[in-house]
Antibody
């Protein structure tokens, strides 16, 4: 069955960097667009980035553009989210999700990123 | 940015009764609308996409309707496991600027 497992979250100081990973299994990873969505504690959902199946096309929400970089390695069935210049408002649970048509069909369990001094 | 507004913020319904949740878009999103269910401590789960197509494994008591700017999620006979927070999401933009509603909490009356 489809499985997505995020890792790499943790506590980081404002202005710091962190790299999240998402390991995919149970489907042909290279066939699917993928996304990252985040959820601040006690808040709603925010889409932040979207990558094409080949990795050649990537889109970002304005809130993270220029600070975050989304990439994928189809040989390793993995996604990566490089997060730089982190701010307190980036504190959230980060989910990777399979995105076949703009909606989010399968989600990982999430990884918590806390930005605090 | 397309703003999605859900109502009500909280809905109290008794088990076995029908629940109707609403979602409004600030401009037309055609039928590019999805619904998700989220329980405490869990990731969201896709219920409906294309405004009315149930995702794989979703019970028939969940149904979606609407197009353009007005959408509805109906749960025909509430089960105990249905009490959760529900989000709508539009995916009509290209390039993508996908947005979610703020959520409706469905609680036991």
């Amino acid at each position: 069955q489809v499985q997505l497992v995020e890792s790499g979250g943790g506590l980081v100081k404002p202005g710091g960097s962190l790299r999240l990973s998402c390991a995919a299994s149970g489907f042909t990873f290279s066939d699917y667009y993928m996304s990252w969505i985040r959820q601040a504690p006690g808040k709603g959902l925010e889409w932040i980035s979207y990558i094409s199946s080949s990795g050649s096309t990537i889109y970002y929400a304005d809130s993270v553009k220029g600070r975050f970089a989304f990439s994928r390695d189809n040989a390793k069935n993995s996604l990566y989210l490089q997060m730089n210049s982190l701010r307190a408002e980036d504190t959230a649970v980060y989910y990777c999700a399979r995105s076949p048509g703009g909606y989010f069909q399968h989600w990982g369990q999430g990884t918590l990123v806390t930005v605090s001094s | 940015e397309i703003v999605m507004t859900q109502s009500p913020a909280t809905l109290s319904v008794s088990p076995g009764e029908r629940a109707t949740l609403s979602c409004r878009a600030s401009q037309s999103v055609s039928s590019n609308l999805a619904w998700y269910q989220q329980k405490p401590g869990q990731a969201p789960r896709l219920l409906i996409y294309g405004a009315s197509t149930r995702a794989t494994g979703i019970p028939a008591r969940f149904s979606g309707s609407g197009s353009g700017t007005e959408f509805t999620l109906t749960i025909s006979s509430l089960q105990s496991e249905d009490f959760a927070v529900y989000y709508c999401q539009q995916y009509n933009n290209w390039p993508p600027k996908y947005t979610f509603g703020q959520g409706t909490k469905l609680e036991i009356k």
